[in-house]
């Protein structure tokens, strides 16, 4: 039997000033890139390389017979009015380029792109000689100032709604404390992703929303087993410390996070690596995205569970403690509380297993 | 007892298999002996799954119907109406005010005498009846205003939408669009139409089709009759000017392309000449329009050769319409209308009843494409583009590809480590993997769910995934091997224990993927689906199936030793 973690016994709570350091220190790498590039604006850069999904404009797939330089695309199509036109090569196929022309004006001009853009790609490439001889345009995306506020709008809705919707369902099965810890790691997982994207300049696509949305549930995945077995070794060891508890449900579910993630990840990466020019946004994303929601259910998600859990304990000790004063009752209603969710978790628990 | 359990779960596991395997590459025909060859495997296949536009290449519009545009010639319509009942009865009305400002459609009359303002409000109720009634009224001071409740305006809005719908199909109908989707997009509220067009790689002909207006009109044009020659304007001020300055609203000042006849050589009329505008002012409203004609075809000019004209016919109603009013006015000059620009200017010789031309110069693709478009009928709106996106059938092959490269290498991947890591019960979890699969493909083919390429990542997220559960399940019981549990008792308790958290992850990650399907357009849908579908029958392989393997592999032997995992 191969074993890679066996009887690991890491105290990884206590490390946990530095992981949350950590996170802080890359989630600011990530606001700073976006807060300067938006002000700035280096090399024409903003805050996240919006595609045109987002901020409305042309993509043309062109491919070519005998690909001119980027240049005497450009001065072609400039020839025949399309004036920022953006030319990309296609990494995996050299006689491929992707031409993409901004939004020109606004409103009423956001008609005249969607109608416009690739009948001027195609007069400006007629230089070259006459379609499906010299060039074929081979995919085409315009869209409207319109369209492209609307998806935007939408993809945070989406993203912020199914962020809710997980919290509700921990909520219900576990406690408020564990769903907020859920949602806030995988909300820092999102924004460290976000963070590469804006750092990098990688183009946002409708396709990186899904990728985020699936980062949504691997993460809260990941965490849930975590959770799961803290919940359990609740109920088996009273008398531990939840930090103890915490501890040892990390270091047993440890293998099984790692050689989850490292599934997930190896097929993500044969994305990355093998699923063409269409889908790398959406496997990069999910590539940082894995490795950040698996980092943050150990180093993020759980020590702010145990910390809140421990402030409501002190909060509700304190809070007895008042009562016992007050009333000269013998019995503490911290007691009582505590009691009541064991016995609760107990039943829920049983009825479970 | 549990024999007989291990039996029956085998019996439901092999015809759920079979099951799968049939609806993803059984023919829906007769099968032949081809059919069970590579190449018949894969034509059945390609038939079988719906493949979304992104991998099988075509054409993707959103349109919005400009539902203002419908409100505000309603708005102005109805002023026009208004003022004139009014005259009709000889009421005294100082000014009619059409406000058609974004949301807010008014009609103020202000009266000269104010006791007439009832009378005025009964005249008006007279000639427009129950085109009338969805206006609110109220009267004060010298004035009545009448006012489009949001209500309305939603209401008149979404007929527009609908019709707008209807038209579109019948003219994708008729240019021949093979399989074409057209469906409503966005909310309500948004007036947009989505249009798929499979196959299609250029879309500009479509959508100059889907776009003309084709509003045609035929018209008085004001003029002194024959034999004197028509009254045209070199400038738009001029015609305006002949009118005292401003257009009252039974007039329109519209421009007038004339026909360029061919010259003595037969050299065609350049561009350049064709494009001389004048102008001529016509009575409003219309005689008769779009929605009286009958039929359109284009029919090749008396001068035959390449110039074509549109003959039409009128509807009965629009005919008698036509008759009388031709006949009553012979001499006169006539107009047709097309899209606010006169295309042709006749005198009336004699009644003509339903029959008429729209001549110009027109190629014989434009005179097909133009009577096409006038037989669907005229758009009540006009339609902005709103998204455009073609994908050419080279792409598509090209994404099938580099997808099914990257599923099959992130399969490889799994599967080598499933059986390096947990050898024997690898084997279980490939087995249970393969099955998710191919049950995967065959809920795509049943709910007849669109493959895209998001899908695609889809399927190949879930091999990451679905193997989860195996790995928990395996974790565990290892770890019950290891607190010295005999191995039946460590298999079951492996099961039970991770069994809760099985649950509650693929919960979580459904929820994600649900907002994803009911929030995301298009190619994002088919990710959810794929994504939902494979964590659904991932409940039924990684547990079921699994678990059955290893009730199987118990069962073998009296005494297990050692289990392989």
Known sequence: MIQVFKDVNIDWLANRRIFIAISILLMLFGLGSAVFRQWKHPNGSEAFNMGVDFKGGTVVTVKFKQRPSAEAIRDALFATGAKDAIIQPVTDKPDTVLIKLPLEGAGEGSQTQVDMGRGRVKNGLDKFGAEHDAYEIIGTDAVGAVAGAQLRNKAIATTL????????????????????AAVIAVFHD?????????????????????????????????????????RENRRLHRRESLYKITNDSINQTLSRTIITSGLVFLSVLSMVLFGGEVLRGFSLALLIGVTFGTYSSIAIASPIMVWWEQRLELANRSAAVATNRDNQRPSSSAKRTSATTETRKQSSGAGRA | MKKKNLLQRTIIIAIVTLLGFYVVIGPRHRPTLHDFTWSGIKTTLASNIHLGLDLKGGTHLVMRVKTDEVLKNLTLADAIAIE????????????????TSAGNYRITVEATDPSKLAEIQEAAKQKLGGDLSIWNSSISGNTIVWTLPPSAQSTLAEQATEQAQRIIESRLDAVGVAEPLVQRHGSQASHQILVQMPGIQDPERVKQLLKAESKLELVHVVSPPSPQSVQTYSTEEEAKASLGGTVPPNRRVLPYAERNEPTAGGQPATDEAQKQKKWVVVESPAV?????????????????????????????????KFGSWTGANINEYMGVVLNDEVKSVAYIKSQINDQGEISGRFTKQSADDLALTLRSGALPAPIEYQEERTVGPSLGADSIRSGVRASLFGLIFVVVFMLFYYRGAGVNAVVALMLNMILMLAGLIIFSATLTLPGIAGIILTIGMAVDSNVLIFERIREELRTGKTIPSAVEQGFARAFVTIIDTHVTTIISSLFLFVFGTGPLRGFAVTLVLGLLI???????????????????????????I
């Open chain 1, 161 to 180: 709604a199914a962020l809710v919707g997980i919290l509700m369902y921990i909520a219900f099965r576990f406690e408020w404390t564990y769903g907020a």
């Open chain 1, 190 to 230: 999102v924004l460290v992703t976000l963070g590469f994207f804006s750092i990098f300049q990688w183009e946002v696509s409708l396709t990186v929303i899904a990728a985020l949305l699936t980062l949504v549930g691997f993460s809260v995945n990941d965490t849930i087993v975590v959770f799961d077995r803290i």
């Open chain 2, 84 to 99: 004139k009942a009014a005259k009709d009865k000889g009421l005294p009305v100082k000014e009619v005010r059409p406000e």
């Open chain 2, 288 to 320: 008769v329009d779009g929605s009286e004609l009958r039929s359109a075809n284009a029919v090749q000019a008396q001068g035959g050769g390449d110039s074509y004209q549109i003959a039409f016919a009128l509807k009965p109603n629009g005919a008698q």
């Open chain 2, 538 to 564: 991932n409940l039924f392989s990684a547990v079921y199936v699994s678990r059955t393997i290893f009730m199987w592999e118990l069962s073998r032997k009296r005494k297990l030793e050692s289990l392989s």
